[in-house]
T-cell receptor, first 111, second 113 residues
Framework: SQKIEQNSEALNIQEGKTATLTCNYT??????LQWYRQDPGRGPVFLLL?????KEKRKERLKVTFDTTLKQSLFHITASQPADSATYLC??????????FGTGTRLKVLA | NAGVTQTPKFQVLKTGQSMTLQCAQD?????MSWYRQDPGMGLRLIHY???????DQGEVPNGYNVSRSTTEDFPLRLLSAAPSQTSVYFC????????????FGNGTRLTVT
């Protein structure tokens, strides 16, 4: 069955550094992969979408890569700030309508 | 623009009780879905709907019922609550599968004792 793996352990980094989060998937070749941010007590909020024919996508300090050969997406936050501290989820579409989410990686940016 | 609204925010039930979690969206989205989020398990799809009158099962549908009589509303019913249904429930909607982001509500935290 489709499986998405994200680092379950929290990632602590120093303010100003680049945070890199990993999303690995198996048994499927999704046409789209999405990244979300979730703050405590809130629903996930969409950040970026990348298509299978795109290697890289950028939005301000955020960058996502998508390697369909490795079945992996990397999510980068450059010049990280304490306000970037949150849980980050990756998601892919299985079939036409079933979105499958990873368990998320908790990021803490230390001032 | 309210987006996706879920009610209630918190609920405590006794085993065997029934209740309905409400979800409404004002974006005219055809696709709506329900997820549960448990520690270490991530978001798991319970049921989804691709339009009024059309629903289908997700990964963990047992113990839950849904219906979609209007585009705006997608309620989730627990007919006989069990402690295993203690979780945080999220409703989400989107206009186009895959190519558009999911818009989430802020969740209902349910405890079944």
């Amino acid at each position: 069955s489709q499986k998405i793996e994200q680092n379950s352990e929290a990632l602590n980094i120093q303010e100003g550094k680049t945070a890199t989060l990993t999303c690995n998937y198996t048994n499927y070749s999704p046409a789209y992969l999405q990244w979300y941010r979730q703050d405590p007590g809130r629903g996930p909020v969409f950040l970026l979408l990348i298509r299978e024919n795109e290697k890289e996508k950028r939005k301000e300090r955020l960058k996502v890569t998508f390697d369909t050969t490795l079945k992996q997406s990397l999510f980068h936050i450059t010049a990280s700030q304490p306000a970037d501290s949150a849980t980050y989820l990756c998601a892919l579409l299985r079939g036409t309508y079933k979105y499958i989410f990873g368990t998320g990686t908790r990021l803490k940016v230390l001032a | 623009n309210a987006g996706v609204t879920q009610t209630p925010k918190f609920q405590v039930l006794k085993t065997g009780q029934s209740m309905t979690l409400q979800c409404a969206q004002d974006m005219n989205h055809e696709y709506m879905s329900w997820y549960r989020q448990d520690p270490g398990m991530g978001l798991r799809l319970i049921h989804y709907s691709v339009g009024a009158g059309i629903t289908d099962q997700g990964e963990v549908p047992n113990g839950y019922n849904v219906s979609r009589s209007t585009t705006e509303d997608f309620p989730l019913r627990l007919l006989s609550a069990a402690p295993s249904q203690t979780s945080v429930y999220f409703c989400a909607s989107t206009g186009q599968e895959g190519r558009s982001p999911l818009h989430f509500g802020n969740g209902t935290r349910l405890t079944v004792t």
